[in-house]
């Protein structure tokens, strides 16, 4: 008498990848909902309140903004700042915060200081900077530098110590040079920690420029909501924030699906 064992063709691989991507597709779902109850809000606000632009009025000014072309210069001022302070800050902040991780002695000296750094409002220096750099984009991306350069340098610290004793063992043991080891055995192993520092860097520089842009600046979108709340006009200045929250959002939800491809992989 036999017995025969029969498998099943099921293709196993399958199903985790249609459960991620059904899991996805509802994630989109939701987050299109909220934005849609938000705007919901928004609209009950604006009929409830005098104050309150309403979404399509909002919206409207914003395109006419574009369609004149007067919003392109602020744009271009805001955008520039964001990415020169925080290329200034990361190409600070990723050498420093990978010395004080590997150095005990610089980890203990400087920690204490950073932490307490970190602590304090970046806008307070921005009197110094003003004098520094003067009126403009120069002073703005100072600003996001000095902002982005601590979460940077504590998120790249924290990955450095965070790395596998076993791995330097074994660059050792292949023979890597100290920049193959850098390269090769680190900076994979950091990735997660740094896209967090990258992605919380990104946002506190975006927001100092746009906090500096009220103080002093020649051009930027926080001037020129600045202004348009001047002029009572409500529509622009409302849709000028909307602009701002869809940058804020757009590099920040990229740059949270780069952190979630380097987790996978570590």
């Given at each position: 008498?036999?017995?025969?064992?029969?498998?099943?063709?099921?293709?196993?691989?399958?199903?985790?990848?249609?459960?991620?991507?059904?899991?996805?597709?509802k994630?989109n779902?939701?987050r299109?909902?909220?934005?849609?109850?938000?705007?919901?809000?928004w609209?009950?606000?604006?009929?409830?309140?005098e104050?309150?632009?309403?979404?399509?009025?909002?919206?409207?000014?914003?395109?006419?903004?574009?369609?004149?072309?007067?919003?392109y210069?602020?744009l271009?001022?805001?955008?520039?700042?964001?990415?020169?302070?925080?290329?200034?800050?990361?190409a600070?902040g990723?050498p420093l915060?990978?010395?004080?991780?590997?150095s005990?002695?610089?980890?203990?000296?400087?920690?204490?200081?950073?932490?307490?750094?970190?602590?304090?409002?970046?806008?307070?220096f921005?009197?110094i900077?003003?004098?520094i750099?003067?009126?403009?984009?120069?002073?703005?991306?100072?600003m996001?530098?000095?902002?982005?350069?601590?979460?940077?340098?504590?998120?790249?610290?924290?990955?450095?110590r965070?790395?596998?004793?076993?791995l330097?063992?074994?660059?050792?043991?292949l023979?890597l040079?100290?920049?193959?080891?850098v390269t090769?055995i680190?900076?994979?192993?950091?990735?997660?920690?740094?896209?967090?520092?990258?992605?919380?860097?990104?946002?506190?520089?975006?927001i100092n420029v746009?906090?500096?842009?009220?103080?002093a600046?020649?051009?930027?979108?926080?001037?020129?909501?600045?202004?348009?709340?001047?002029?009572l006009d409500?529509?622009?200045?409302?849709?000028?924030?909307?602009?701002?929250?869809?940058?804020?959002l757009v590099?920040?939800?990229?740059?949270?699906?780069?952190?979630?491809?380097?987790?996978?992989?570590?």
């Amino acid at each position: 008498m036999s017995t025969e064992l029969r498998t099943s063709p099921t293709p196993v691989a399958a199903r985790p990848s249609r459960s991620k991507k059904t899991t996805a597709v509802k994630d989109n779902l939701w987050r299109v909902a909220v934005v849609v109850g938000l705007i919901g809000v928004w609209w009950v606000l604006a009929i409830a309140l005098e104050l309150v632009s309403s979404p399509a009025e909002s919206f409207a000014a914003l395109a006419e903004l574009f369609a004149n072309g007067s919003i392109y210069r602020h744009l271009n001022a805001t955008l520039q700042a964001v990415a020169i302070g925080f290329l200034v800050a990361a190409a600070i902040g990723f050498p420093l915060g990978y010395m004080i991780g590997r150095s005990k002695f610089l980890g203990s000296v400087f920690d204490p200081i950073v932490a307490g750094a970190f602590a304090i409002p970046r806008i307070v220096f921005f009197p110094i900077l003003l004098q520094i750099f003067g009126v403009g984009v120069g002073a703005q991306s100072a600003m996001a530098a000095l902002a982005a350069v601590f979460p940077i340098m504590v998120s790249t610290t924290a990955g450095v110590r965070a790395i596998n004793p076993l791995l330097p063992k074994l660059a050792r043991s292949l023979n890597l040079s100290r920049s193959q080891t850098v390269t090769k055995i680190y900076v994979p192993a950091m990735a997660p920690s740094l896209m967090v520092g990258i992605r919380i860097g990104f946002s506190i520089a975006f927001i100092n420029v746009i906090i500096a842009e009220f103080f002093a600046a020649r051009a930027g979108l926080g001037l020129l909501a600045l202004r348009a709340y001047g002029r009572l006009d409500l529509p622009s200045m409302y849709g000028i924030i909307v602009l701002l929250a869809a940058i804020a959002l757009v590099g920040n939800m990229v740059l949270w699906a780069v952190e979630r491809k380097l987790s996978e992989k570590a």
